[in-house]
């Protein structure tokens, strides 16, 4: 294991190495935030499950020794993962249900969402697509060519989301072809991404990448994925900067927790910190129910509490609104609005 203070995480602008050492190991990990054995056995029975994997950067963020520390809990493998309860299922939105074409689902009126890549460059133990037959829909070019085809034959599609696994974590080349392709439909008017890259390695966010991005005619959303402030750090803000430099415009979604954001103090100070590099507070999703990660649950009725205290101790568009996705409804169900 290579000591963090030893692992130039920021000043390389080459996200492709910080990828190559990323931490994909329980032991590894365990050395690198300075927990003991005592932890090792779960954590390998449950990195079977889904494996460990967390990049240098995310990692220099957390505390050493705190078991509990809020983004450790998020890429911990723990023994809870093992006894899940029986309605923790796989897939627990029937996305297979919408499954349109390889690769494309279909579940809202006017948008589709693109699985581009299975990979993440982390692993978070509460993902609901851990359990996401990826091999089904993984694609060359021209498959791509073949599935994106569905968008000639339904025009009401006005927007094409990027997701996964993580868009971001296609070369530049790769992404800059999916988008020439998607470029044939004139009926796309927006391409948002689904991306934790820009939290988890700001420094994926790199010249060529903005240049393609600030190329296209369409209007270009990102939709990042953070969940507590102590993620928001200052190449995190400068990698925001970069990208509404270019016309970018920046949301956030974050997943309610227990053990990491669920007080209405921690996610009042995300909110702040995401709206400080100018980043807008989109959704706060209540968990998604999969196997292994019922010990992140935060019932219904409290999570509407914490949801009422952080309306009434901040302002309005500081407040995301608090989401649930029921399979089948025609979009995400609001469970209390940020007005
Ligand atoms: C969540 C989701 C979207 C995006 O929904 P918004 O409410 O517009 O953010 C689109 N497609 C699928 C399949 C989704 O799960
Ligand atoms: S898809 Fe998103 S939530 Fe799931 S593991 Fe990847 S980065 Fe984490």
Redesign the pocket.
Known sequence: MIPLTDVNVHATNDWQSEIRQMIRTPEALLAAVGLGEEWLPAAQAASKLFPVRVTPSFVAKMRQGDPNDPLLRQVMPLAEELSSPADFIDDPLNEEA?NVERGI?H??HN?I?TVTTSACAIHCRYCFRRHFPYQDNSQSRAQWQQSLAYLADHPEIDEV?LSGGDPLMLTNSALASLLTEIDQYPNVKRIRFHSRMPIVTPSRIDDELLQILASKVQSIIFVVHSNHANEICKYVGHAAKLLITNGVRLYNQAVLMRGVNDSARSLRRLSEELFAIGIQPYYLHLMDRVKGAAHFEVPESEAIQIHQDLRASTSGYLVPQLAR?IAGEP??TIVASSG
């Open positions: 919408y689902l579940k809202y948008r969402l989301v996705e979009s995400k």
